[in-house]
């Protein structure tokens, strides 16, 4: 069994760490709040993870249940209306899509 302080400053090391990568976006989050390149990502970036979600979702249900075509398509299409509706909240959106997905999956 390893020393008591040995462990004790290994997870002493590990905290300092963790705590100095998760606080490090704070650290800079000022000086990026004036970015045009941050602003650009944070307008695109959930329309880009939806687009990939549903390439995805497509590729993996449409190879495994070539018949789930429509139930897919129809998901991607609550999924991007609830998303232009619902303000761009991309995790109602996308619960919203999935929930389309699996009722559809389950019940017909």
């Known amino acids: ?11 002493a090391i590990a905290f300092a760490i963790t ?18 390149l941050v602003s650009a ?5 959930p329309a880009g993870l ?8 497509f590729r993996n249900t449409v190879q495994a249940d070539p018949s789930s075509f429509l139930k897919a398509a129809l998901s991607v299409a609550v999924t991007s209306a609830a998303h232009l509706a619902f303000g761009r909240r991309t995790l109602l959106s996308v619960g919203l899509g999935t929930l389309c997905f699996a009722a559809l999956t389950n019940l017909l």
């Open 50 to 57: 939806l687009a990939i979600l549903a390439a995805s979702t």
């Open 41 to 45: 990502m944070a307008l695109w970036m």
């Open 19 to 36: 705590f100095a990568l998760r606080a490090a976006p704070f650290a800079v989050l000022g000086a990026l709040r004036s970015s045009k």
């Open 1 to 11: 069994m390893p020393d008591p302080q040995y462990i004790a400053a290994a997870l």
